[in-house]
């Protein structure tokens, strides 16, 4: 077998049995995989253990497939909701806090976000609390509503909406530190260079 296969083939080969093509399947999504789950995680292991624990969902509920939209957006699903799952497990209470009237747009400097690193940003939101972190991936990353996000966290939309609310702030805030040091930074150099 090759990389030439459709999703289609593979997942028909994989439902026969072929253990070329479940490797295959799990070589051509893993890394990619690997990247939301680790956007989950505390740490590279914890992503690694919801990585192998969402590949063995897929492959017992391959047959649920149904080949409509793309294969990679269906492994998607279930791999956040093992991680949703992982997270639940670890946490047994969800903070309850309704602030229905926050506001949720917090106003932000595109300057700021050009100056970022993808790396940094991503290294800012990893350091959120667990809960905080959750909300934002599913609703920045997974584009899902504050609806959905309460249907599949079990809490008050208004917990969603607040928890999002509280993770840009945090967020704000460790982007304002980070071009303070940058602008702190700067100045050095330019002393380095004359």
């Not at 090759?2 to 994989?14: F, G, R, Y």
């Not at 990247?35 to 649920?64: H, M, P």
Request: contains cysteine; aromatic residues 8%.
């Amino acid at each position: 077998m090759n990389e030439e296969i459709t999703d289609s083939e593979l997942v028909m080969a994989c439902l026969q049995g072929d253990a070329v093509s479940e490797r295959l399947l799990y070589s051509r999504f893993a890394a990619k995989m690997l990247g939301v789950c680790r956007r989950y995680a505390k740490s590279i292991e914890e992503a690694e253990d919801i990585l192998q624990e969402g590949f063995v969902t897929v492959f017992t509920k391959l047959s649920q497939f149904r080949m409509e939209g793309s294969l990679e957006g269906w492994i998607r699903r279930i791999m956040v909701s093992r991680a949703i799952e992982s997270y639940r497990k670890q946490s047994r209470i969800f903070p309850m806090t309704d602030m229905e009237g926050l506001e949720e747009r917090i106003p932000g400097s595109d300057d700021v976000l050009n100056t970022l690193s993808a790396k940094d940003l991503l290294a800012m939101i990893d350091q959120l609390p667990a809960m905080q972190k959750i909300v934002f991936n599913l609703y920045i990353f997974e584009d899902m509503g504050h609806d959905e996000i309460a249907a599949k966290l079990k809490i008050p939309a208004g917990t969603s909406k607040s928890t999002l609310y509280y993770a840009r702030l945090s967020l704000r805030k460790k982007i304002n530190q980070s071009m303070l040091a940058i602008q702190n930074y700067e100045p050095n150099e330019r002393a380095l260079a004359k």
